[in-house]
């Protein structure tokens, strides 16, 4: 079957860096998503990966082993408004996403 | 309403397989571009057309070739894929034959990924 697995929730400290993990199972693999979507609000695209290795765009990184099936999204500086849920989705042989649950990422003061 | 639309948005694809991706703008604009982004790059134009007609065909390999139906699409064809085409490829059109990236409306892009 296919499977997407990550934390259900995870606390970091405002200034800090946190790291999200996220394990996939696809039939066939054309890609790893990472969306941010804050409460009530649509997912928004953050980082797209299909070869190995960090892509970094600003604050965020992705990261990409297809061999081990695992993905990171890396946050830094963390702001207050980076509390939100952070969505890892997998892009299976026939192009259709596979949704993982999401992390809830609470930023304390 | 989007304005300049191109299909796929992600394309994984082998060496040596032939793919197209499709554009279309609901603008009325007159001139339609294909752009070629490699990672950390900017920009680089390969195709304007002007009502149907070719009027930029930057230095790109044979294996591409464009095809406007009529003004409001602009496809892109690819022969034999190459490791090295591997890049977002961005469609976008303007009211009017420019070259100025800040006068055109661009569509979200399509990564190709050649493996």
């Known amino acids: 079957g296919q499977n997407i697995d990550q934390p259900t929730e995870m606390t970091a400290t405002e200034g800090a860096i946190v790291q999200i993990n996220c394990t996939y199972q696809?039939?066939?693999?054309?890609?790893l998503f990472w969306y941010q979507q804050h409460a009530g609000e649509a997912p928004t695209f953050l980082s797209y990966?299909?070869l190995d290795g960090l892509e970094e765009k600003g604050r965020f990184s992705s990261f990409l082993s297809r061999s081990k099936g695992y993905s990171y999204l890396l946050l830094k500086e963390l702001q207050m408004k980076d509390s939100a849920s952070y969505l890892c989705?997998?892009?299976?042989?026939?192009?259709?996403?596979?949704w993982g649950a999401g992390t809830k990422l609470i930023i304390k003061p | 309403d989007t304005a300049v639309s191109q299909t796929p948005k992600y394309l994984v694809t082998q060496m040596g397989n032939d793919k197209s991706i499709k554009c279309e703008q609901n603008l009325g604009h007159d001139t339609m571009y294909w752009y070629k982004q490699d990672s950390k790059k900017f920009l680089k134009i390969m195709f304007s057309y002007n009502n149907k007609e070719l009027i930029i065909n930057e230095t790109v390999p044979n294996r591409f070739s464009p095809k406007s139906p009529d003004k409001a699409h602009l496809n892109l064809h690819i022969n034999s894929l190459e490791l090295g085409d591997s890049a977002v490829y961005f469609c976008a059109s303007s009211p009017a034959t420019v070259r100025i990236m800040t006068e055109a409306f661009f569509g979200q892009g399509t990564r190709l990924t050649v493996v």
């Open positions: 989705a997998g892009l299976d042989s026939n192009y259709q996403l596979i």
């Open positions: 696809t039939s066939g693999f054309n890609g």
């Open positions: 990966n299909v």
